[in-house]
Nanobody, 126 residues
Framework: VHVAESGGALVQAGGSLRLSCKAS????????IGWFRQVPGKKREAVSC????????TYEDTAKGRFTISTDNANKTVYLQMNNLKPDDTAVYYC????????????????????WGQGTQVTVSS
């Protein structure tokens, strides 16, 4: 089982990026995928997540109104579209997959993920 992020880049404030989380090694029909970010010296924080059972997308306050999570089940990929990026969005972004005993969407984005990617760097310049 493997999840891998891509799409990180250097972008100016106000710009947009689309991150991809490509999954492999498991049946993409019962899962929760979360996007997290981390800056050095700080705790990893949730950004957004989506649950395949009901399609519910959850956004943390920092992402509401600017980020959109979506899925392409045929390609086993979850995207994070990030618009109106700010310097405070600079971080390493990780995706994580929960595929065993998937909790319902009411549990939010902080859940016992089974697999994590290696991360992709997003840098927003002012």
């Amino acid at each position: 089982v493997h999840v891998a992020e891509s799409g990180g880049a250097l972008v100016q404030a106000g710009g947009s990026l689309r991150l991809s989380c490509k999954a492999s090694g498991f049946t993409f029909d019962d899962y929760a995928i979360g996007w997290f970010r981390q800056v050095p010296g700080k705790k990893r924080e949730a950004v957004s997540c989506i649950n395949s059972a009901d399609g519910v997308a959850t956004y943390e306050d920092t992402a509401k109104g600017r980020f959109t999570i979506s899925t392409d089940n045929a390609n086993k990929t979850v995207y994070l579209q990030m618009n109106n990026l700010k310097p405070d969005d600079t971080a390493v972004y990780y995706c994580a997959a929960e595929i065993s005993g998937v909790l319902g969407s009411r549990y939010g984005c902080y859940r016992p993920y089974d697999y994590w990617g290696q991360g992709t760097q997003v840098t927003v310049s002012s």
